[in-house]
T-cell receptor
Framework: DAGITQSPRHKVTETGTPVTLRCHQTENHRYMYWYRQDPGHGLRLIHYSYGVKDTDKGEVSDGYSVSRSKTEDFLLTLESATSSQTSVYFC????????????FGQGTRLTVV | GESVGLHLPTLSVQEGDNSIINCAYSNSASDYFIWYKQESGKGPQFIIDIRSNMDKRQGQRVTVLLNKTVKHLSLQIAATQPGDSAVYFC???????????FGKGTRLHILP
């Protein structure tokens, strides 16, 4: 399995609090992605990174920010969590920006109460 | 906007029969497509891919067909087994950016 670790795996937080999810890879892949998965919506792209300090928005970026200060780590931050951000979050890595297979982490289940 | 979608949200297939999962895409700039399988509680896993300069690609028990004229993609699974039970997603990338865009998924249910 590709070396991708998401942390935490589960989190419950209160509305209005900041939350940071971490994605760590040991594959030295250039591209990293954050998705959220909700019933009826499949996987929706939040943000992605194409290099250290290089990020861009995806389909559902409102309410989320990201940072990538080093190749191996991609952080997703919810500045002020809302109940609509309750979801399962997946991180993915790609060597080629989606031109070949992407590898996914195990997911983080976030509940905002 | 650009989207990748699926015709059937749930597909029930008898064990041993062939399964066909369909996907429609709308971005004419998409030139690379992947099918992923997601088992319960896990992240998606790669099954097979196809580039836009191909019509068909075969793997072990799986075949992907691409029809660029009607922007349609399908995944065929031969001799479906209980272990094939999962949600299947098609995904696309284009030559314009590095985004990987997923469809909503089809749940494959295997009947004994």
């Amino acid at each position: 399995d590709a070396g991708i670790t998401q942390s935490p795996r589960h989190k419950v937080t209160e509305t209005g609090t900041p939350v940071t999810l971490r994605c760590h890879q040991t594959e030295n892949h250039r591209y990293m992605y954050w998705y959220r998965q909700d019933p009826g919506h499949g996987l929706r792209l939040i943000h992605y990174s194409y290099g250290v300090k290089d990020t861009d928005k995806g389909e559902v970026s409102d309410g989320y920010s990201v940072s990538r200060s080093k190749t191996e780590d991609f952080l997703l931050t919810l500045e002020s969590a809302t109940s609509s951000q309750t979801s399962v979050y997946f991180c993915a890595i790609s060597e080629t920006g989606g031109r070949t297979e992407a590898f996914f982490g195990q997911g983080t289940r976030l509940t905002v109460v | 906007g650009e989207s990748v979608g699926l015709h059937l949200p749930t597909l029930s297939v008898q064990e041993g029969d062939n399964s066909i999962i369909n996907c429609a895409y709308s971005n004419s700039a998409s030139d690379y497509f992947i099918w992923y399988k997601q088992e319960s509680g896990k992240g998606p896993q790669f099954i097979i891919d196809i580039r836009s300069n191909m019509d068909k690609r075969q793997g072990q028990r799986v075949t992907v067909l691409l029809n660029k004229t009607v922007k349609h993609l399908s995944l065929q699974i031969a001799a479906t087994q209980p272990g094939d039970s999962a949600v299947y997603f098609c995904a696309e990338t284009s030559n314009r950016d590095d985004k990987i865009i997923f469809g909503k998924g089809t749940r494959l249910h295997i009947l004994p």
